[in-house]
């Protein structure tokens, strides 16, 4: 939630500044979607917010249980939170629309497709779940690998991709070139169902509907690592698994990219990057466990606390209120508080400022114990 609310400092922009920095080109790289192959650290909030929906899952299932809820309202209430979340993210990306914009690709509709299929599958045994997870994946992956690949006379141009871009694959892995591909070809038909201001031809990130699934099984990577915290095994022990298992993820999801058997795409949420990116989110969690609860260093970690403890909230407020007071800091206190280290860092120090106003607003939330769910 923080490197989200962090996008409104433009980091990236201080590479645009300053080329020829290496610093900054990393910071640039890392503040940004790749434009295919690959993972930034912006490419994990997605995966990460995700599997944290995973991971909570198990806390949240056990305190209904103890408040005596029965399985039949508690399904109401994940497919009422799966409907909440599919809708709310539309709304959210119709903000600048004249009329509904009907998507699925956004980080709470994708969550939301996949929810309530997570609450059954944390009822069922393990077993089942490996079996589920691996359908997921394998069968995601089968199903690009049938699709026809884009032929040599093939017009990118006609689906927003440059004919010479240079993320073009050949071979095998054309089955997974931007909007050339199986989730395209869904959603040409299945975005075309709802009504549209134009015809829906390609999106020009080449983000699609069809990721919920592969987004379930990050969602699943979550669940486990959940039930595994839950768990009365000792906090060391927990420790080390984690990271254990981030790794042989992280080697995994690498192996199939290596042997050129499924690339490391989040736009189109290949097998491959559900389990490299679900790797190193679970050594990201990992590290935070090892810091938090083995080595009982808590007190640094209360700013992140505070945005943690209202996510939707801060999700909202990153999507409506930007702008707004973006506006009202340049209104009122003026575009010279934010230029005493020059240009170019004009925009991240106003949007450091930016993310100051939401923290406060949030702490104030927070010392209130206001906490929005859904």
């Known amino acids: 939630m923080f490197l989200m609310l962090a996008e409104a400092m433009r980091l990236w922009t201080l590479h645009e500044a300053f080329p020829a920095s290496r610093l900054w080109a990393i910071v640039a790289y890392n503040t940004s979607h ?16 995700s ?37 709310l993210g539309i709304f959210l990306r119709s903000l600048a629309r004249p009329t509904t914009y009907w998507t699925f690709e956004d980080t709470l509709t994708q969550i939301g497709l996949g929810y309530t299929f ?39 141009t006609k689906v927003g991709v440059p004919a010479d871009w240079p993320h073009l694959y050949s071979g095998f892995l054309s089955h997974f070139n931007k909007n050339s591909n199986l989730s395209w070809a869904f959603d040409v038909r299945f975005l075309n169902l709802f009504p549209r201001e134009q015809p829906f031809l390609f999106n020009s990130g080449g983000w699609s509907t069809l990721s919920f699934i592969p987004t379930l099984a990050t969602m699943m990577l979550g669940l486990w690592s959940g039930e595994w915290l839950k768990s009365t095994r000792t906090t060391a022990g927990k420790f080390k698994a984690l990271v254990a298992a981030g790794v042989v993820l992280v080697l995994a999801g690498l192996v199939l990219q290596w042997l050129h058997i499924c690339p490391i795409v989040k736009r189109i949420w290949t097998s491959s990057y ?18 938090i609860e083995v080595r009982g260093w808590r007190r640094w970690c209360f700013p992140l606390l505070v945005i943690g403890a209202n996510s939707i909230a801060v999700y909202v407020m990153s999507w409506t209120m930007e702008e707004f007071v973006t506006g009202a800091l340049m209104r009122h206190v003026g575009i010279g508080a934010f230029s005493w280290l020059g240009p170019a860092f004009v925009p991240v120090l106003r949007g450091a400022a930016v993310v100051l106003v939401f923290w406060s607003i949030l702490y104030w939330m927070y010392r209130r114990k206001i906490f929005v769910r859904i």
């Open 118 to 156: 997570l609450f059954l599958i944390a009822f069922a045994r393990l077993r089942t779940q490996v079996l589920v997870f691996s359908v997921l994946l394998v069968g995601f992956w089968l199903a690009f690998a049938l699709y026809p690949a884009p032929g040599p006379d093939f017009d990118y």
């Open 274 to 291: 559900t389990l490299y990116s679900g790797g190193l989110v679970v050594l990201m969690l990992a590290a935070f466990y090892g810091i």
């Open 51 to 87: 599997f944290l929906v995973g991971a909570a899952l198990p806390f949240s299932i056990a305190s209904r249980q103890a408040r005596g809820q029965t399985f039949g309202r508690m399904l109401l209430h994940a497919a009422w939170r799966s409907l909440a979340l599919i809708f």
């Open 34 to 49: 790749v434009p295919w192959q690959g993972c930034s650290l912006h490419d994990l909030i997605q995966p990460a917010f």
